[in-house]
């Protein structure tokens, strides 16, 4: 808790007073021309990587940056709530899955760790399942192989954001642009995908 309390005086003695302007702007509405949709891991903000001021970027983070199927029915869809919120209220005219290196999640789902005593891990690093199936016969212990995965997983989640009707309206009129990307904690850099190409090309 110090660590916390510390770290927001900082940002008022700093932060605050720089934006203080921007935040009374803000404090009448957001307008952020883009979703994230970015892991919960620690090493992959989406606001410190793309140095984004306060207001830029609606941010939903979930273990493994992944986008569920539209469906309804049990259990509630909090990805998915913040995805209809973002497109049909806010209108972003982006939205970027944000990927990343060494994440945890799809480690699991690339070994096969059992998850059996989570309640909660194991169907949700399921939805991975699919973009295994997708790279077909791999050495699943092969370093190359997790990277791979990670952006396997990336282009299985823009697959799936157009299983969403408000999302495949927006995207047919020209209004939303579906985007991906991967961000290396070891080196920081960002790789963004090429829709065309299907390849995931460094950001010089
Ligand atoms: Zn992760």
Same mark, same amino acid.
């Given at each position: 808790?110090? !660590?916390?309390?510390? #770290?927001? !005086?900082? +940002? ?7 934006? !203080? ?12 021309? *883009?979703?994230?949709i970015?892991?919960s ?19 939903v983070r979930n273990v493994?940056?992944l986008v569920p199927p539209a469906e309804k029915g049990e259990g509630l869809h909090g990805t998915s709530a913040a995805l209809e919120f ?12 944000? #990927?990343?290196? &060494?994440? #945890? ?14 309640e909660y891990l194991d169907d949700w690093?399921?939805l ?10 791999? &050495?699943? +212990? ?16 823009? &697959?799936?954001?157009?299983?969403f ?8 009129? /020209? ?10 904690? +070891?080196? /920081?850099?960002?790789?963004?995908? &090429?829709?065309? *190409?299907?390849? +995931?090309? !460094?950001?010089?």
């Amino acid at each position: 808790m110090e !660590r916390l309390i510390e #770290g927001y !005086r900082r +940002f008022r003695g700093g932060h605050w007073p720089e934006y !203080r302007d921007l935040y009374k702007e803000l404090s009448k509405g957001q307008k952020p021309p *883009t979703l994230v949709i970015a892991c919960s891991d620690s090493r992959v903000d989406p606001a410190v990587i793309f140095d984004a001021q306060p207001g830029e970027m609606f941010v939903v983070r979930n273990v493994a940056n992944l986008v569920p199927p539209a469906e309804k029915g049990e259990g509630l869809h909090g990805t998915s709530a913040a995805l209809e919120f973002a497109v049909r209220v806010l209108k972003v005219g982006m939205v970027l899955v944000l #990927g990343h290196g &060494d994440c #945890g999640g799809v480690g699991a789902a690339l070994k096969g760790m059992p998850l059996d005593d989570f309640e909660y891990l194991d169907d949700w690093i399921g939805l991975i399942a699919p973009a295994l199936e997708r790279l077909g016969d791999i &050495d699943r +212990f092969a370093p190359e192989s997790k990277d791979m995965l990670e952006r396997e997983a990336i282009k299985l989640s823009l &697959d799936r954001l157009m299983t969403f009707p408000f999302v495949a309206n927006a995207v047919g009129e /020209g209004r939303l642009s579906l985007q991906g990307a991967r961000f290396r904690v +070891f080196d /920081g850099r960002l790789e963004w995908l &090429d829709k065309a *190409t299907g390849e +995931f090309n !460094r950001v010089a």
